[in-house]
């Protein structure tokens, strides 16, 4: 019987592919590992909230328009691709019960806790003294891709100023700000459910989601407006942007928190952003 003899090319070759395959599954286990740290430690922080009172979302007889034409990886919409909704409102707080010492404790940079229920994002947000550490660590200040959910860090007065800006990672398992996009892809996640919290020590603010919409990370979106003026051009400008087109129960002149994520491909230019007006305070 003839064995075949391999050359010395081939054989390297075969390393090569070796190398290569035992290479990527070495990334492939450490991504997987990264994520499931992130998501446990998120997890486990969760033991320090609580909700103790969900109101009740009222029923809407009248069916949602279906969407006439697709949006999604369209960074500009036009008027014909905007969506008529019909909105689930509700009078009612979600309460939920915070353990700001013990979050505190963990980490002196916690502002507050968000829960975006529309979204099932529930997280503890921070605010660094840059925009780059958070991007790459996490609550608890381990090292991991999923970072943390983070304020701008040219927020002076966190929910107060005229925008508030939270940055947070798109991940493709969904955790941190990685279901942001189910507002953006299915319109009546949003309809069912157009609000969002956020839990201080001091106070609980309830925000109406007024608009969404894909933008560039060099937009007007990331301003903060300084005068009622300028805020009321702004929230024009949303509105504008908005992928749909409804503007009932928002107020005149109100506080915004813009929740930014990064959208499409790694390293894109583009972000997905969810503005919520505030609407009542408790």
Known sequence: MNKKKFSKLELLLFIIVVIIFLFSLYQVVKITLEYKAGRDEYAALESFVQIEEEPELPVVNESIEETKETIVDKVQTTESQKEEIVMRYHDGFVNMAVDFASLEAINSDFEAWLYVPGAAISYPMVLGSDNDYYLTHTFKHESNKA????????????????????HGHNMKDGSMFGRLKTFYNDTTAYANNPYFYVYTAEKTYKYLIFSYYVTKDTSNTYIIPNTEDTLKEYKAQLLANASFKDVQGIPESAPIVTLSTCYG???????LVVHGILIATQ
Do not use: K
Request: charged share 20%; proline share 4%; no cysteine.
């Open 265 to 271: 491909a790694d390293y894109t230019e583009h972000r």
């Open 147 to 166: 970072g943390a959910l983070f304020l701008d860090q040219v927020t002076a007065n966190p929910f107060e100023d005229y925008n508030t800006i939270v």
